[in-house]
Antibody, heavy 121, light 113 residues
Framework: EVQLVESGGGLVKPGGSLRLSCVGSGFSFSNAWMSWVRQAPGKGLEWVARIKSKNDGGTTDYAAPVKGRFTISRDDSKTTLYLQMNSLKTEDTALYYC????????????WGQGSLVTVSS | DIVMTQSPDSLAVSLGERATINCKSSQSVLFSSNKKNYLAWYQQRPGQPPKLLIYWASTRESGVPDRFSGSGSGTDFTLTISSLQAEDVAVYYCQQYYSTPHTFGPGTKVDIK
């Protein structure tokens, strides 16, 4: 069974930084393409970033609103995905979900329970 | 970026009746080399993370009741709940994973009439 467990969320002031972590189990983490998706309170789903497996180049892609501020990375030895968030804005307030593809690279997403990030002064 | 739209925004259906949700992409999500549509459907119940229902536009995820079905190709897709049950009250999202950003539709809220 695929399990994704996020941590690292919390309250941070505008302009601050936070790093989210996601530990994966029950699947081949090193081969999986991983993504972060966020959901602002009462709103829909917004894709944030993706990282491919190292075998596929380890390349990263970002949504326009976070490009240049957020960095997605992975440590396959720890089966852990990260999201480093810098220069946080109030509009980054959301529940951040760690996801992996059903078929390693494609297919729909499996989801963690999410980690809440609140950006407020 | 591929823009995903859904209709209706919300619908209320009697128990045991059919619910139909439409999803449209601003460009085709059909990959010509493998003839697969890179389209998924999710169910999100209140306070829960999204749950994968359908992938490749029409393949039901393991454990998902067969009253859920997906259809369509190219740019137009449909999620059908053939006989609505109380536990199906949720928001339903479509998503394309053809190209990044893997955009989602705005969601359709399904309630009991």
């Amino acid at each position: 069974e695929v399990q994704l467990v996020e941590s690292g969320g919390g309250l941070v002031k505008p302009g601050g930084s936070l790093r989210l972590s996601c530990v994966g189990s029950g699947f081949s983490f090193s081969n999986a393409w991983m993504s972060w998706v966020r959901q602002a309170p009462g709103k829909g789903l917004e894709w944030v970033a993706r990282i491919k497996s190292k075998n596929d180049g380890g390349t990263t892609d970002y949504a326009a609103p976070v490009k240049g501020r957020f960095t997605i990375s992975r440590d396959d030895s720890k089966t852990t995905l990260y999201l480093q968030m810098n220069s946080l804005k109030t509009e980054d307030t959301a529940l951040y979900y760690c996801t992996t593809h059903r078929d390693t690279k494609y297919g729909g997403y499996y989801w963690g329970q999410g980690s809440l990030v609140t950006v407020s002064s | 970026d591929i823009v995903m739209t859904q209709s209706p925004d919300s619908l209320a259906v009697s128990l045991g009746e059919r619910a139909t949700i439409n999803c449209k992409s601003s460009q085709s999500v059909l990959f010509s080399s493998n003839k697969k549509n890179y389209l998924a459907w999710y169910q999100q119940r209140p306070g829960q993370p999204p749950k994968l229902l359908i992938y490749w536009a029409s393949t039901r995820e393991s454990g998902v009741p067969d009253r859920f079905s997906g259809s369509g190709s190219g740019t137009d897709f449909t999620l059908t709940i053939s006989s609505l049950q109380a536990e199906d009250v949720a928001v339903y999202y479509c998503q394309q994973y053809y190209s990044t950003p893997h955009t989602f539709g705005p969601g359709t809220k399904v309630d009991i009439k």
